[in-house]
């Protein structure tokens, strides 16, 4: 068993603070920058940044759906950190100053499988959960360009 990680990166036309705001604001941007991926979203407590309590299922492949009940924490003014209660997934989101926008990134990391199994999930799913966040970043982007 060993730890898999999982990220994308990209830039944006938008200040850090507006792209931070988005990210954290579970209750609105977060839900409309959801591929078809992601299914019954749900902000069970809070709903912006620090504190909020979210669930869904995440979908990477027809046979592979998580169940996840997330809690958000912040632990500085540009990063966003979401744990999964139901798995030992962890994913964090970090703004940074990019010339007149702001650089994106998103990483997960979690404690993969053991034996073959695990060798096709380090093998191949960090890749479809790149290619996840890479359309989540796309829709990020066109969201914060309304």
Known sequence: MGEVTASAEKTVGASPERVVAA??????????????HFS?????????GEGTTVHWKLAATSKRVRDCLVSVTVPDANTLVERDANSSMVTTWTVSP???GARVRVTTTWNGAGGVGGFFERTFA????????????EKLEAELGR
């Not at 990210?23 to 078809?36: H, P, W």
């Open 98 to 100: 990019a010339g007149q």
């Open 23 to 36: 990210l954290g604001d579970y209750s609105g941007t977060r839900s409309r920058v959801l591929t078809e």
């Open 126 to 137: 960090p890749r479809g959960l790149q290619r996840i966040y890479e359309a989540q970043l």
């Open 40 to 48: 019954e979203y749900e902000v069970r407590e809070g709903g912006q």
